[in-house]
Structure formats: structure tokens, C-alpha cells
T-cell receptor
Framework: KNQVEQSPQSLIILEGKNCTLQCNYTVSPFSNLRWYKQDTGRGPVSLTIMTFSENTKSNGRYTATLDADTKQSSLHITASQLSDSASYIC????????????FGRGTSLIVHP | GAGVSQSPSNKVTEKGKDVELRCDPISGHTALYWYRQSLGQGLEFLIYFQGNSAPDKSGLPSDRFSAERTGGSVSTLTIQRTQQEDSAVYLCASCPGALEIYEQYFGPGTRLTVT
């Protein structure tokens, strides 16, 4: 069964600090991996996408990495801001066949002033 | 342009009642997904529409759940005889097409509370 596991489940950091969120997956064959940010009461919004051949992708202060051999991804947030407080969700899509992506449960990040 | 919209934003209903949740996808997007998000859980796939193809209903948890998409645009998710375990946020997402590389654009969700 395709699975996506995220850690930690929740994280509290001080404004200005960096943090790294982890995602392990078993989805195979693998097409792409996205990180989404979901603010409270809103739908998820895509931050980055990486395909099999990519191992890093940046979007401002967000940098995602991918190791397709170990099936691991991370999302690094630099110089955190209060507005980074949200749930970060790792989503993996298989190649062909099922069009259904597999979602992780998310990491809840709280940034304190 | 306008994003994905969903209505109502909140719905409180009594156990046993039927509810209808509406999704207006981005214009021109041929693919549409419904998900359920319970507290502390990942998004749970419910149903997928792609163009004029038969929908993928493999995620619907019971025959109390059904969905339709009229004219390839607006979609309605119907839950009959609601139960307390149906309480969750129901999210709709649309995509430009069926390719795996396409981004899903999500609506704000409908929070359903069954009392």
C-alpha cells in the first residue's frame, strides 16, 4: 500500500529560526512529490514540486530536497516568520494508473514571536 | 482569475439528515477531486472526475456518499442520512487535466458538523 509518513507531527519554533520537516514515502512507481502549505481554515497551496530526476527545489525561504533512492524528502524553512505557522503536507503521486495522490498527515508548525 | 470555490463554508446538521456540498472548479479545469480531512488525519480521497469519463468512486466510504459533476463544471457531493463520523472538512480540488504533473488547486473547504 502506498504510504507517506511525515515527521515531526508538530513543531514550535521562535521567529527567525530555521526548521526542517521530513517526509518518507513508499509510493512506487514515483512521478512527483509536492509540498503543500495549509493555513488554518484554508485549502492547501502548493509550495514546491520535484520529479524523480530533481533533488532540490526552492521557493523563496522554502527549500525542498528529494532522495529518490531512499524515498525521503525534506522541507527546510529559513528565517521563519509568523506567517509560516501552518500545516505542511507532503503529497506523492504515482506514475500512470491511479490518478490519486497519497497525502501525508502533515506537520503542524507554530512560529512564536 | 477566480480560484476554486466551495459552499457552504460551514454546515451544521442533525444526525440522519441529508446534506449537499457544492464545488465550483477553476474554469477550464477538466479534473476534479473530492477529499475529506478529519482532525489530525491526512486528506482522504473520496471521488475523482476527469472530463466525460466515468468517475473514480473508489474512495467513497459508503453508499450514503455520492457525487455528480454537471456539464463538466460544478460538482455536488451528497451525504445521505448523515452520521456523527461524517463530521470533517470536505475539500474540493481541480486540475487542468489528468497528467500527474498538474498541480491540484484546492478550495477553502466545507466544515461539516453532524450533531
Amino acid at each position: 500500500k502506498n504510504q507517506v509518513e511525515q515527521s515531526p507531527q508538530s513543531l514550535i519554533i521562535l521567529e527567525g529560526k530555521n526548521c526542517t520537516l521530513q517526509c518518507n514515502y513508499t509510493v512506487s512507481p514515483f512521478s512527483n512529490l509536492r509540498w503543500y502549505k495549509q493555513d488554518t481554515g484554508r485549502g492547501p497551496v502548493s509550495l514546491t514540486i520535484m520529479t524523480f530526476s530533481e533533488n532540490t527545489k526552492s521557493n523563496g525561504r522554502y527549500t525542498a530536497t528529494l532522495d529518490a533512492d531512499t524515498k525521503q524528502s525534506s522541507l527546510h524553512i529559513t528565517a521563519s516568520q509568523l506567517s509560516d505557522s501552518a500545516s505542511y503536507i507532503c503529497v506523492v503521486r504515482p506514475i500512470g494508473g491511479s490518478y490519486i495522490p497519497t497525502f501525508g498527515r502533515g506537520t503542524s508548525l507554530i512560529v512564536h514571536p | 482569475g477566480a480560484g476554486v470555490s466551495q459552499s457552504p463554508s460551514n454546515k451544521v446538521t442533525e444526525k440522519g439528515k441529508d446534506v449537499e456540498l457544492r464545488c465550483d472548479p477553476i474554469s477550464g479545469h477538466t479534473a476534479l477531486y473530492w477529499y475529506r480531512q478529519s482532525l489530525g488525519q491526512g486528506l482522504e480521497f473520496l471521488i475523482y472526475f476527469q472530463g466525460n469519463s466515468a468517475p473514480d468512486k473508489s474512495g467513497l466510504p459508503s453508499d450514503r456518499f455520492s457525487a455528480e459533476r454537471t456539464g463538466g463544471s460544478v460538482s455536488t457531493l451528497t451525504i445521505q442520512r448523515t452520521q456523527q463520523e461524517d463530521s470533517a472538512v470536505y475539500l474540493c480540488a481541480s486540475c487542468p487535466g489528468a497528467l500527474e504533473i498538474y498541480e491540484q488547486y484546492f478550495g477553502p473547504g466545507t466544515r461539516l458538523t453532524v450533531t
